[in-house]
């Protein structure tokens, strides 16, 4: 007899599964026939975004040289203290000589005080604190055996804070390369948007970068200013010399300079030393008005001021301005002046 079962329906669960896929497979479709290709930036959008990884990068660029900047200074530190620790250790070691001189003196004549005896096996702090051990002390012994003290507890401070400095140098590293890694990552990020020019794009970029440089170093009306002080005008003449060096992070002169790394160079020159950064050169002195500046002054750029020139008088910055670029003049009119300092 044939059976007359109803054929099995699919569960309600399939159901929603398979139409959910195929759902999905729809909207997929429908989003890669409507997909464009990605728009082509124009040569003038390249190199406004361009232009502003630069100074993202430049921003960068001054935390890694504050970064670098502390850790040379740390270890300027803990190589000093690390020397006074060896002396130390040096000058202890005779005091304690000089002490067994002592105890061989008294063994010679009759025996060694027993108070001499405990600190040739132990710690002066063990007893040197102890009245009763005092009272068995001669007051040479005494003496002595506070020097001999005073001397531990230094070498112990001294190392302490070895240990700090130490901890603070590895996290300064550690800092150090998240800075360079920021800068690097930048500059990456530029390049690549370079990398979308055609040649020809590319090359009338190239042009409009010389040009700029060249009309910058070359033809620039500076007026007559009078320089803020003799160590100014050194300052300002030595910058002077540098027009035309390119820019590079980090670099503090003679081949390359970055921003702060061009102004502390130019003020060593004149035997004046500044800080590294922009940041911390910007607390150096009061805090001028464009129509207070002369020629010399350090002026600063941007809110978080991560850009520093000379003042080079009529409204003209000399400066290293930022990758691609050289030292040259600029309008001061082409950055959101903050203020000024003089030297």
């Not at 025996?111 to 063990?126: E, K, M, R």
């Amino acid at each position: 007899m044939a059976s007359h079962r109803r054929p099995k329906q699919p569960s309600r669960t399939r159901v929603t599964v398979l139409t959910t896929a195929a759902a999905a497979a729809v909207a997929l479709s429908s989003q890669a026939a409507n997909a464009a290709p990605a728009e082509k930036l124009s040569k003038d959008e390249v190199k406004a975004k361009v232009d502003q990884l630069y100074q993202q990068a430049e921003q960068a660029t001054e935390k890694l040289d504050g970064a670098q900047e502390k850790q040379q200074k740390l270890q300027k530190e803990i190589s000093t203290i690390q020397d006074n620790v060896a002396r130390g250790q040096q000058e202890l070691n005779k005091l304690r000589d000089g002490l067994g001189s002592l105890a061989t003196a008294q063994y010679r004549s009759g025996g060694i005080d027993p108070s001499v005896q405990l600190f040739l096996s132990s710690n002066p702090d063990d007893y040197l604190d102890k009245a009763s051990t005092l009272d068995q002390l001669s007051s040479q012994q005494v003496e002595a055996l506070k020097k001999i003290q005073d001397k531990q507890r230094e070498l112990a401070q001294e190392r302490a804070e070895a240990t700090d400095k130490l901890k603070d140098l590895a996290a300064t590293r550690t800092e150090l390369g998240k800075q360079k890694k920021d800068v690097q990552g930048k500059l990456a990020d530029a390049q690549k948007l370079l990398n979308t020019l055609t040649a020809k794009e590319r090359a009338a970029l190239d042009a409009e970068q010389q040009r700029a440089n060249r009309s910058a170093t070359q033809r620039v009306d500076l007026g007559n200013g009078t320089p803020a002080s003799g160590r100014a005008a050194a300052a300002f003449s030595a910058a002077q010399s540098q027009i035309g060096k390119p820019y590079v992070y980090g670099a503090t002169g003679t081949a390359s300079y970055d921003c702060s790394g061009l102004t502390s160079w130019a003020y060593a020159q004149a035997g004046i030393s500044i800080p590294r950064t922009s940041e911390a050169q910007a607390t150096i002195g009061a805090h001028l008005s464009m129509d207070q500046l002369q020629v010399g002054d350090l002026v600063f750029f941007y809110g978080d001021l991560h850009h520093v020139g000379l003042y080079a008088g009529n409204g003209q910055v000399l400066h290293a301005p930022h990758t691609g670029a050289v030292v040259r003049y600029e309008a001061m009119s082409d950055m959101p002046f903050q203020f000024g300092v003089r030297v």
